[in-house]
């Protein structure tokens, strides 16, 4: 069970508007790679340094991949790519590479992670 605080605030569209009130989740606490590799080393036959390993050099070819325009799909986790922002023109000829504004990464979960994020439960922090 997930669970949420609530915060006021602002529309930063219309700073005129009334504040609303919004859930946010709490999260308790980050996970480190030290930690991914121990789970998964106790789940496999593969020592903990070897997780760290592969790990490492996925973490590694992720990014020199998407420099490269490649999409990179990680399975049942979900899907890396890139997007730009960039400035719009009347005509298609003056659109240069200077019109990137900022490049994103993106994500795009797995359908598996889509359905256990549909099945998420939520419960409200009581302040006393």
């Given at each position: 069970m997930l669970k949420f605080n609530i915060v006021q605030r602002k529309d930063p569209r219309d700073q005129n508007a009334a504040p609303k009130f919004y859930a946010t989740l709490n999260r308790v606490q980050t996970i480190d790679l030290e930690y991914i590799a121990n789970e998964l080393a106790t789940k496999s036959s593969i020592s903990k340094g070897d997780v760290m390993s592969i790990v490492t050099n996925l973490i590694d070819l992720v990014p020199k991949e998407l420099?490269?325009?490649?999409?990179?799909?990680?399975?049942?986790?979900?899907t890396f790519f890139l997007n730009v922002n960039s400035k719009g023109y009347e005509n298609q000829d003056d659109v240069s590479p200077e019109a990137v504004k900022k490049v994103n990464v993106k994500f795009r979960p797995s359908g598996s992670i889509k359905t256990l994020l549909g099945s998420l439960k939520f419960t409200r922090i009581e302040f006393i």
């Open positions: 420099s490269m325009g490649r999409t990179v799909n990680l399975g049942k986790l979900g």
